[in-house]
C-alpha cells in the first residue's frame, strides 16, 4: 500500500523552516500524511502549523517525489509556502526543536531524501518535477513504521544512530526524474 504525504519549504529572507523529529532526531522540512477528506493542499497547511506553529500561505507547488522498493512506498506532494503567521513551537511527539536556517547551513543530519528536495525548493522548481526512488538493501527491509519504531527501540542505540545504521544498507537502485534534471542513478 502507497502512503501519500506533504512537505513544506516554508521560505523567509533566505532561510528555510525546518523541523527536528522526535522519532530518529534529524532535520526535515514540516511533513505528514494527507488524511483522508483533505485535499494536499490542506493537509500542508495543517501539517505545517502542528509542527512549528506557524501559519502559511502556498505559493507553488515544487514537485511530486516517490520512494518505493525497501520502506513503505510512499508519495510526497512538495510545497514552497510563506509564513503569513502564528509563532515558532514544537509539537510534543513529533518535533523537538523548530528553527530558521540560512539556505548554505542546512544541517547534516537530515530525513533521507529530504536534501534534494530542500535543493529543488531553494532553486525555485516549480511545477515540473516528478520523481521515482527506487532503492534495495541486502538485508530484509519491508518493514511497516510501527516495525521500524519497534526496531529502534529495541536496539539500545540513539535514535539518530539507529537511524544511520538502517539507512547505511539502503542504496538508491534507480532514480527516475521527470523535468528539469535528466534520470540519474545518484541520490543528491
Known amino acids: 500500500?502507497?502512503?501519500?504525504?506533504?512537505?513544506?519549504?516554508?521560505?523567509?529572507?533566505?532561510?528555510i523552516l525546518l523541523t527536528r523529529r522526535e522519532d530518529f532526531e534529524v532535520w526535515c522540512m514540516p511533513s505528514g500524511a494527507v488524511d483522508d477528506g483533505e485535499s494536499v493542499a490542506q493537509a500542508a497547511i495543517r501539517e505545517t502549523l502542528?509542527?512549528?506553529?506557524i501559519e502559511v500561505e502556498l505559493t507553488r507547488?515544487?514537485?511530486?517525489?516517490?520512494?518505493?522498493?525497501?520502506?513503505?512506498?510512499?508519495?510526497v506532494i512538495l510545497f514552497a509556502a510563506q509564513p503569513v503567521g502564528?509563532?515558532?513551537r514544537t509539537q510534543p511527539g513529533e518535533t523537538i526543536e523548530v528553527?530558521?536556517?540560512p539556505y548554505d547551513q542546512?544541517?547534516?543530519e537530515m530525513l533521507y531524501g529530504m536534501r534534494s528536495r530542500i535543493e529543488d525548493?531553494?532553486?525555485?522548481?516549480?511545477?515540473g518535477i516528478a520523481a521515482a526512488q527506487v532503492f534495495h538493501s541486502d538485508k530484509e527491509l519491508t518493514l511497516t513504521r510501527k516495525a521500524l519504531y519497534g526496531m529502534r527501540d529495541q536496539s539500545g542505540l540513539p535514535r539518530q544512530e539507529f537511524y544511520q545504521n538502517i539507512m547505511s544498507c539502503i542504496e538508491l537502485h534507480e532514480n527516475i526524474e521527470?523535468?528539469?534534471?535528466?534520470?540519474?542513478?545518484?541520490?543528491?
Open 1 to 15: 500500500m502507497s502512503n501519500i504525504a506533504v512537505n513544506v519549504a516554508v521560505l523567509k529572507d533566505g532561510q
Open 50 to 53: 502542528e509542527e512549528t506553529g
Open 61 to 75: 507547488l515544487v514537485g511530486v517525489y516517490s520512494r518505493t522498493g525497501v520502506l513503505p512506498d510512499l508519495h
Open 86 to 88: 502564528g509563532e515558532l
Open 99 to 101: 528553527r530558521y536556517f
Open 106 to 108: 542546512i544541517p547534516g
Open 121 to 127: 525548493a531553494i532553486a525555485g522548481v516549480g511545477g
Open 178 to 188: 521527470v523535468g528539469r534534471r535528466s534520470a540519474t542513478g545518484k541520490n543528491r
